[in-house]
């Protein structure tokens, strides 16, 4: 009886000191807002990241810890940037914050709608569902020009100020900062998720969803959740882009997007959500220095990356890592130590 | 109305020699090959270059495209893909993709960005009718030698040795191993020869698809949805399935234009839903 209990109580410890904030994960943050103040003149670039990071984030969600492959994540992104623009642009709704939470809800539909298509079949029959949404909301767009403005993208849209007062400037400063703020608030609703039972049993489901729905998973529930809220995300990460640059374009919906977004996924490494923000640092800085050199041959460097990292294997560019982990994972242990919580492997 | 039949046939036939590759090596080892494209590229550029640059008979092109195709293909299977097959789908996605984006920007790099042409014989060129069907001497010569290869393919794999043990392999490799059979071998030679296919549809297909740096992208998803819908335990499948696609694509842009493409991407994911092993699979055994 007691000794069941003191599992119980470990198990919750389990699931707390998982939770528990990692020392770096303040270095982190810190660092991130201090860019508003450091870095001024790289705001623009910055905010590329900051989208670009809940982006991958997003995709860290079905892929990293619910196991979907996604080819066409990029149809969510582009749903929710246009959304936020068309709104912005008719005047609708002209708070930015209300219309990239509209967008992300809009996106949510979106995903709710089309997660029933994922449920279903293999990796391949995926692939090719989530690029066939993709496809046929780019050509959605593209069709019903007099609205999204077709192939020239949706021209002529004012962004109004940030909570009236707060100007988007041509140097990215408002830019970031909102961008940052966005990408703070929902990293901490998706870590708050992953660490849950609920994100458990979602990696759970990755590992074998036949056993998982052995041991009383709803599978196809968890899934369609997880890909309705990966979608809500996705679709902000555009109505970051649309809002920031004041325009939508036909290739938000593109097949290189949602190409692009895995390798940024995979550069970070998937399954820990820092992942697609540490792919979106290197990706975009490494974009910048490679698109200065050849401009218009940047997708074969692209591509090698991709090539090379599978054939190196993903296992082992991690193991490259393995020294600066087994430092980080020092610090937190000295912290758990400090605070006297046993670990839960005594009492197995 | 008939013509439009005629010229769809024509487009599914050379979408099938195009995808007919990826449906073995699809089926073979399980291997999600985005970059099958490239390889049809390939060919499409050096037909382009040989009837173009160095003055060969288009005819006599067809089979240099088809050969470089088959040694491109050859060479990049022992030296790279072998590393991939064991690996997880995402890794063979990632990999794939990354041979698309290189070979975009590589043909983009030697050959520039622009639409390119070939010089087709005047004697392909016109129409006739017969019994009042407009039938495009071109597409013609894409039926009459995509039909022989089809004839030849079911041929190979009826009823030769080889297609019997590619046909064991495809149905349980391990089993396959097993009885002695190279199912390695059996796999670098017919994914040189899909490759090689491929590079002859990429060939024909110059006049009636066009031919740029984008191509494997653009086509990507035609092959994907041949193989998808046709499932990959038989020939007949993805024949029929590019049939289809070919007939439904070339009618729908004639009579609804302004849906483009969104009927074909739509079919696909209702029937990728109704049926996820495929239109014309039969049941499988695992």
């Given at each position: 009886m007691i000794a069941s209990r003191s599992n119980i109580l470990s198990a919750t410890d389990w699931l707390a000191a998982r939770a528990r904030w990692h020392p770096l994960e303040f270095v982190f943050w810190i660092a991130a807002f201090a860019a508003i103040y450091l870095f001024p003149d790289r705001h623009l670039i910055l905010t590329e990241i900051a989208w670009l990071g809940l982006f991958a984030l997003s995709l860290d969600l079905i892929l990293g810890y619910a196991g979907i492959i996604s080819l066409g994540h990029a149809a969510f992104f582009g749903f929710g940037a246009y959304t936020a623009a068309l709104l912005a642009k008719y005047e609708i709704i002209n708070e930015p914050v209300m219309a990239m939470l509209i967008a992300g809800v809009a996106a949510m539909v979106l995903g709710f709608v089309t997660s029933f298509l994922v449920l279903r079949g293999s990796d391949l029959t995926r692939l090719m569902v989530t690029l066939g949404v993709a496809l046929v909301l780019r050509e959605l767009a593209n069709r019903y020009g007099w609205l999204t403005g077709g192939a020239d993208g949706l021209q002529g849209v004012t962004i109004q100020p940030l909570f009236g007062t707060f100007r988007f400037d041509m140097f990215g400063h408002t830019g970031y900062t909102y961008c940052l703020t966005v990408l703070f608030v929902l990293f901490l609703i998706a870590r708050r998720l992953v660490n849950s039972p609920f994100g458990l049993s979602l990696l759970s489901v990755k590992g074998n969803p036949l056993r998982a729905s052995a041991i009383g998973i709803s599978v196809d529930a968890r899934l369609v959740a997880i890909y309705t809220l990966a979608a809500g995300y996705a679709g902000i990460a555009g109505a970051l882009l649309a809002q920031t640059t004041a325009f939508a374009s036909l290739e938000m919906f593109s097949f290189d997007r949602s190409a692009d977004l895995l390798l940024v996924l995979i550069i970070g490494g998937?399954?820990?959500?820092?992942g697609g923000l540490i792919g979106a640092i290197i990706f975009k800085f490494m974009q910048d220095y490679l698109s200065a050199l050849t401009p218009q041959y940047w997708p074969f460097w692209i591509g090698l990356v991709l090539v090379a990292i599978v054939l190196v294997g993903r296992d082992r560019i991690s193991s490259w890592t393995a020294p600066i982990r087994r430092i980080a994972a020092q610090m937190n242990w000295r912290t758990l130590r400090s605070r006297q919580i046993a670990a839960p492997t005594e009492d197995l | 109305m008939l013509t439009i039949l005629f010229d769809g046939i024509a487009y599914g036939m050379l979408l099938f020699v195009l995808a007919s590759g990826l449906s073995v090596t699809l089926g073979l080892m399980n291997f999600v090959n985005l970059a099958h494209g490239s390889f049809a590229m390939a060919g499409g550029y050096v037909t382009v270059v040989t009837v173009n640059r160095l003055g060969i008979p288009f005819f006599a092109s067809l089979p240099i495209a088809f050969l470089v195709s088959a040694i491109i293909g050859f060479l990049f299977e022992r030296t790279l893909y072998v590393h991939v097959y064991q690996k997880s789908h995402l890794d063979q996605v990632l990999f794939t993709i990354g041979l698309v984006f290189m070979s975009v920007a590589a043909v983009d790099y030697v050959m520039g960005s622009s639409q390119v042409f070939v010089q087709v014989p005047?004697?392909?060129h016109g129409k006739f009718d017969v019994f009042g069907i407009g039938v495009g001497r071109y597409r013609l010569l894409i039926i009459v030698i995509c039909g022989l290869l089809t004839v030849a393919l079911q041929f190979i794999l009826s009823y030769t040795r080889f297609g019997s043990r590619l046909r064991a392999a495809v149905d349980d490799g391990r089993v396959a191993s097993g009885l002695g059979i190279n199912v390695n071998r059996i796999f670098a030679v017919t994914f040189a020869f899909g490759s090689g296919l491929a590079g002859l549809g990429g060939a024909l297909g110059v006049e009636i698809l066009g031919l740029d740096p984008t191509f494997p992208l653009k086509f990507m998803i035609y092959f994907l949805i041949v193989v998808t819908v046709g499932g990959?335990?038989?020939?007949t499948g993805p024949f029929l399935a590019s049939l289809l696609l070919g007939i439904g694509d070339v009618a729908g842009k004639y009579y609804v234009p302004s849906l483009g493409a969104f009927v074909i991407y739509t079919i696909m994911i209702v029937i990728l839903i109704w049926r996820p092993q495929g239109l014309f699979a039969r049941a499988s055994a695992r």
């Open positions: 998937a399954g820990y959500l820092y | 005047d004697s392909l990959t335990s038989s020939i």
